[in-house]
């Protein structure tokens, strides 16, 4: 078996002056969204074995905020250039790549290529564009990743961050 979780990063400021996309930052009802994202996992239990993340400031600190909450070690939250802006293939791609030891990956990047992966392995579930800090987690019947796809998904579950607390999401 094999479970990958994917999410979006939470809410980053509005672009600065600089124009840097890759600088921004979360804003302050981001870092609480990631923070409660993270418990939320920790209290399904569904912990992964390691954290990959975009190069983005925004998708870095919201890995980092899931992994504190989750308490991972800083040696098993990993940079991956790749990730930035990543279509589905090549965010596939990364995951196929995944060595065999862990059986559960938690991949913190950037939409649309994280919707269209979800829409790609889950065609019929119903499950919409990721809002800022949500997450799908698909476990497959499956003894390597390369194997993942529809075809071998056993279970799926979405987590949003609390509404009440955090109101709309774009």
């Known amino acids: 078996m094999r479970r990958l979780t994917l999410m979006r990063h939470a809410?980053?400021?509005?672009?600065?002056?600089?124009?840097?996309?890759?600088?921004?930052?979360?804003?302050?009802?981001?870092i609480a969204a990631a923070e409660a994202m993270g418990k939320r996992l920790l209290e399904l239990q569904?912990?992964?074995?390691?954290?990959?993340?975009?190069?983005?400031?925004?998708?870095?600190?919201?890995?980092?905020?899931?992994?504190?909450?989750l308490s991972l070690p800083p040696r098993l939250v990993q940079p991956e250039e790749g990730l930035y802006l990543a279509s589905a293939a090549d965010i596939l791609a990364i995951v196929r790549a995944t060595g065999p030891r862990i059986t559960h990956l938690l991949v913190v990047a950037h939409n649309p290529g994280l919707s269209d992966l979800i829409h790609q392995l889950v065609p019929r579930g119903g499950i919409s564009t990721l809002t800022s800090a949500a997450l799908c987690s698909i476990e497959f019947d499956a003894a390597a990743w390369p194997a993942i796809g529809p075809e071998c998904v056993k279970d799926v579950r979405r987590e949003v961050p609390p509404s009440r607390m955090f109101g709309l999401f774009r």
Do not use: C, K
Not at 14 to 28: E, I, M, P
Not at 46 to 69: K, S, Y
């Open 11 to 30: 809410e980053a400021r509005w672009q600065d002056a600089t124009g840097d996309d890759l600088a921004r930052t979360l804003s302050r009802r981001g």
């Open 46 to 69: 569904l912990v992964p074995e390691r954290v990959i993340m975009g190069p983005a400031q925004r998708t870095r600190q919201t890995a980092n905020l899931m992994a504190r909450e």
